[in-house]
Every structure is written in C-alpha cells, then in structure tokens.
C-alpha cells in the first residue's frame, strides 16, 4: 500500500516505543523497573474529577466553540493572571488536544515552507517532526552537560541565518530539566526581537520547578511582543492528566484564529467534559499541584545521591520537570557503542526500561523518569548502577 511522501519526515516517537518494549516484556512475565514514562503516577485530584463527573450528570455532552467555551479559556487566562501577574485576553487562548496540538497546529499557522527553526538540544522528540510536516527545517543548537544544557544568546546567534522564523523553548524541559531564569528568558527574547524571530515556548511542565529556581513564563513577554511569541502550555504534567488531553495555546489573536480553522477541520472542540475538569484545574486549589511537586523533588534528590556513586556518569542537577538525563559514554564500548544500545541492554539484561539520548539529540545520554515510586527508582538506578560497573 502506497502512503504519501510526507510520512518519510516522520520517525516513531521513541518513547512510545521504547514503552511499547517494556509492556511486551512483562506480558512475557519479565519483571520490568519502568525509568521510561513521561507521565505523573499520581491521580488526577479529586476536584477535578468531580466537576468532569458533574459536566456528565449536567448532559453537557455536545458541541462546543473550535478553540474552547468561553469561561474555559478565561480560565487559562485568570490561571496566568494569579500565578505570572500577566493580563492575557482570552480571544489569545485556544484549548488543544494536549499540548502537542497546539504545538502542531502553531507551526502550521507560522511557518512557510523553508522556514528555519532553532531547536535547542537536545529537545522533545517530537519538535523536528513538526516541524517538517509543517514545511519548515529544523536546526539544532547544540547544549552541553557541562552548562546545565541550557543555550545561550551566542549559541543561538551562530545558529541563526536569514531564513530563520522561529525558534522552540522548552522550558522546564524534557528531557534534561533544564529551567531557564526570568533573566534568561528576557535575554533570550529581546535577542529574538532584534532579529524578527518567533518564539515557541513549550511550557508544559511550568508548575513543576524545584527550590532554588523559580518559575517563570515567556508569558510576561507576550504581553510586551505579541507578535513575537506564543505559550503553550496544558494540565498533563503539573496536574496529572496526561490521559485528559487538555493543551492550550497564548498566541497573537489572529494566529489563535488561524489555529482555531485547522483545528475546526481536523478535531474540532476538545471534549466538552474535559473543558470543564480544566476550569476546575486552573481556578481550583493549588495545593494538590504542591504536594506532587514535593514528591517530585524528593525523588529528584534521591535518584542524584544514587548517579553520584556511578564513578564514570555525570549528571547536572534537573531544576524542573521530572526527568534526570546523565551523560554515560564513558561507559561505551565496542558492544554498547551508543545511547540506543544501552537502553536496549538495559531493558534486556537489566530489566530497566529508558530512554535513548539519541532520541532527544544527545547521544551521551539517557534519559531517565523520576514519576515513579521511590522503591522503584531506587531499586533500578542501584541496579543500573551495577550494570554500568560491569561494562568497565
């Protein structure tokens, strides 16, 4: 069966796959420790499944408008409002299939074929794919281990040409943790202002920030460059629900309406129960978002002091998200050449499912997932810790 070109720029998401392996082994009855999920294990707070369960007893199960019922995307503005101190109408949000359509969509509405886009790594894997089908090229901007895989203005000014469009932030990111300071991000954007660069800003693990960083949004920039920048952003990571599929996007309203045409074509509205479970999320109590970052910084603290007795690792300290991405090629050899090997004898020999840094644009990498019990994580990050001993 012949399928179209554009399926040549597309690569299988190699978290899902790598997923997909470990599910197999334990249907085979293997014993698999999971470093490899990109979701919370906590459940959805109880108020938000509440007001989802009221939506349904209330019938209110029909057609909403494309980019959301109106109190809905008041909400995401009041949620920027009490957390940013940054006034965002609402006819600048659109609700999206979980971040990663309103990721999709946004590049569709702004770039033209030919259009560059930095992409600082490494990076979600998702970004250059995206890209692609939306007709752009991708252009990764080297980061390193050594800074905290953060880029600079310089590293970004080398990488830009005159056909660059746009540029992707990530910031919590995934897969490092990587947070960049307000400070940082301000440098960031005038830098993109003087060159008439675009800026997406994937801020989807915004609330999970560890102590002594602080959060901070390119949403404060948007209110100043409106034409320069879009947020986006969802309830997955920060609120536990990865499953509800609840993203959104802050952009320029008439790049909000240009979105809201693709999505009218292909999606239409999200679902109308998890609009209302999203008004719950963003206007209700924040403290159960507290306590899971709590947890989540533990974890953190606990799976560094274990990479900190692997002799030959080095792994900067994550200021957010959940994922902890230390350099192992000093452990390569001529049967474990590369991130893509070890991962796979990981799983195989070890029973430890992670994720190759090839994947995300690093290939001294992997990256490993702290939304997971304590038990868990410490039993295979020692495990692993012996197996990386063994390849000498």
């Known amino acids: ?110 770039l033209n074929p030919g259009d560059e886009v ?21 252009v990764a901007v080297p980061s390193s281990p050594e ?24 910031s919590p ?17 005038a830098w993109a202002v003087s060159r008439g660069i675009y800026i997406v800003s994937d801020e989807i693990y915004d609330r999970l920030v560890y102590e002594p960083a602080k959060p901070a949004s390119m949403a404060g920039c948007f209110a100043m460059y409106p034409d320069n920048v879009a947020v986006v952003g969802g309830l997955a990571k920060s609120f536990a629900m990865t499953g509800w599929r609840m993203g959104y996007c802050i952009a320029h309203p008439d ?21 209302k479970a999203a008004i719950a999320a963003l206007t209700g109590p924040l403290d159960c978002v507290e306590e899971m970052r709590q947890a989540f910084a533990r974890r953190r603290d606990l799976c560094l002091s274990i990479i900190r007795t692997w002799d030959k690792a080095f792994c900067p300290v994550p200021a957010g998200a959940f994922y902890l991405f230390p350099s192992l090629s000093a452990y390569y050899n001529e049967a474990v050449p590369n991130s893509t090997a ?26 490993l997932s702290y939304a ?9 990050l020692t495990k692993m810790g012996d197996f990386l001993k063994n390849l000498g």
């Not at 997971?372 to 295979?380: I, Q």
């Open 1 to 110: 069966m012949r399928t179209a070109l554009r399926m040549r720029l597309v690569a299988p998401s190699a978290t899902l796959g790598m997923a997909a392996k470990a599910a197999d082994l334990r249907r085979q009855g293997k014993a698999i420790l999971d470093l490899s999920a990109g979701e919370p294990d906590f459940n959805t707070p109880q108020h938000i499944k509440d007001a989802a369960k009221k939506a349904i007893d209330d019938n209110f199960t029909r057609y909403t408008p494309v980019p959301g019922i109106p109190t809905l995307r008041e909400a995401v503005t009041g949620y920027y409002k009490k957390i940013y101190g940054v006034p965002v109408p609402k006819e600048a949000v659109i609700a999206t299939n979980g971040g990663k359509q309103a990721l999709y969509n946004l590049f569709l509405a702004v």
């Open 372 to 380: 997971t019990s304590d038990e868990t994580l410490e039993k295979a």
């Open 342 to 367: 070890l991962s796979e004898a990981l799983l195989t020999e070890a029973g430890i499912a992670t994720v190759p840094g090839v994947a995300f644009g690093e290939d001294r990498c992997v990256r």
């Open 173 to 189: 990111s995934n897969p490092t943790g990587a947070h960049y300071t307000a400070e940082q991000l301000d440098a960031i954007m």
């Open 147 to 170: 800074n905290g895989f953060l880029v600079t203005v310089e590293d970004l000014d080398r990488a830009a040409t005159p056909a660059t469009r746009a540029m992707v932030l990530n």
């Open 118 to 138: 930095l992409v600082p790594a490494p990076y979600w894997v998702s970004y250059p794919d995206m890209i692609r089908l939306a007709g752009g090229e991708p």
């Open 255 to 275: 790049v909000i309406r240009a979105m809201s045409t693709l999505q009218s074509q292909s999606t239409s509205n999200i679902c109308s129960i998890v609009q």
